[in-house]
T-cell receptor, first 114, second 114 residues
Framework: NAGVTQTPKFQVLKTGQSMTLQCAQD?????MYWYRQDPGMGLRLIYY???????DKGEVPNGYNVSRLNKREFSLRLESAAPSQTSVYFC?????????????FGPGTRLTVL | AQSVAQPEDQVNVAEGNPLTVKCTYS??????LFWYVQYPNRGLQFLLK??????LVKGSYGFEAEFNKSQTSFHLKKPSALVSDSALYFC????????????FGKGTRLSVIA
């Protein structure tokens, strides 16, 4: 099992460019999440998908869109990147089974917007 | 609303000494509590969780945490620190009911000095 994988690992964009961050999990988890990590801010939830076919906004959704392509894949899109979106982005997944609530994280994507 | 506070940005401890990383939480209802560790340039790794039952929870790498309902705390502890324990530690919480994402604290950087 690869667990949670993310591509790319690093990306540099210019202001106004668009890009999609990809995330996939092979643990048959129902729920998937996108967080961003900034120094001194911890992890903040951008969007999540409780199950295939549903998505919900988190704490900081502005400037982002998501697609739950299928049960395995959950992508995050920046339509017009801004310097404030420079961050490390983490994807995570979890099962919805009773009592099984641990979230497992990918290795992250380090994004710089110039 | 759920929230987590990690009151210390940085904790320094000498190798071989006991360590404590503090966490307090606020939820409406029964909490599920988690600790994660992040090594440099890596994703978050699950350490331990409290769901129900014994208030003292044991996890990976010799870490343990004690759930204290009256003080709404879930402090992370280890009897004897190692230099390799130096990392960023995150406490997280979610409510028992429903299927909500984890809410993370801002993190505490632990430095173990040889």
């Amino acid at each position: 099992n690869a667990g949670v994988t993310q591509t790319p690992k690093f990306q540099v964009l210019k202001t106004g460019q668009s890009m999609t961050l990809q995330c996939a999990q092979d643990m048959n988890h129902n729920s998937m999440y996108w967080y961003r990590q900034d120094p001194g801010m911890g992890l903040r939830l951008i969007y999540y998908s409780a199950s295939e076919g549903t998505t919900d906004k988190g704490e900081v959704p502005n400037g982002y869109n998501v697609s739950r392509l299928n049960k395995r894949e959950f992508s995050l899109r920046l339509e017009s990147a801004a310097p404030s979106q420079t961050s490390v982005y983490f994807c995570a997944s979890s099962s919805n089974r009773q009592g099984i609530v641990t979230q497992y994280f990918g290795p992250g994507t380090r994004l710089t917007v110039l | 609303a759920q929230s987590v506070a990690q009151p210390e940005d940085q904790v320094n401890v000498a190798e071989g000494n006991p360590l404590t990383v503090k966490c307090t939480y606020s939820v409406s209802g029964n909490p599920y509590l988690f600790w994660y560790v992040q090594y440099p340039n890596r994703g978050l790794q699950f350490l331990l969780k409290y769901i129900t039952g014994d208030n003292l929870v044991k996890g990976s790498y010799g870490f343990e945490a004690e759930f204290n309902k009256s003080q709404t705390s879930f402090h992370l502890k280890k009897p004897s620190a190692l230099v390799s324990d130096s990392a960023l530690y995150f406490c997280a919480v979610r409510v028992e009911s429903g299927n909500t994402p984890l809410v993370f604290g801002k993190g505490t950087r632990l430095s173990v000095i040889a």
